[in-house]
């Protein structure tokens, strides 16, 4: 079982940035691959991106790429969001997630608002 808990969130400017933390606890963080998702009010869940377990490997959604870049430290067992160029569209309650057979593990989320 791995617990995830998220950090970082706020309310920054638009074209501001953010990083969110994610950290993990049980299970076998350095073996996972690792998401962070997104909720917008009134909207579905999305993909924002996602790492492998060593870091060599990152993927992004079409809307951040090239703003947004997700790093991980096994030896923390963290996983990092780093949010530049943020735009109103980017508000939403970020999630951290874990894949084992699906993403089966989340965390509580945390809160991103980005002012016009």
């Known amino acids: 079982q791995v617990h995830l808990t998220e950090s970082g969130g706020g309310l920054v400017q638009a074209g501001g940035s953010l990083r969110l933390s994610c950290a993990a606890s049980?299970?076998?963080?350095?073996?996972?691959?690792m998401g962070w998702f997104r909720q917008a009010p009134g909207k579905e869940r999305e993909f924002v991106g996602g790492?492998?377990?060593?870091?060599?490997?990152?993927y992004y959604a079409d809307s951040v790429k090239g703003r947004f870049t997700i790093s991980r430290d096994n030896a923390k067992n963290t996983v990092y969001l780093q949010m530049n160029s943020l735009k109103p569209e980017d508000t939403a309650v970020y999630y951290c997630?874990?894949?084992?057979?699906?993403?089966?593990?989340w965390g509580q989320g945390t809160q991103v608002t980005v002012s016009s």
């Open positions: 997630a874990a894949y084992k057979d699906d993403w089966d593990y």
């Open positions: 049980g299970g076998t963080f350095s073996s996972s691959i």
């Open positions: 790492i492998s377990w060593s870091g060599g490997n990152t």
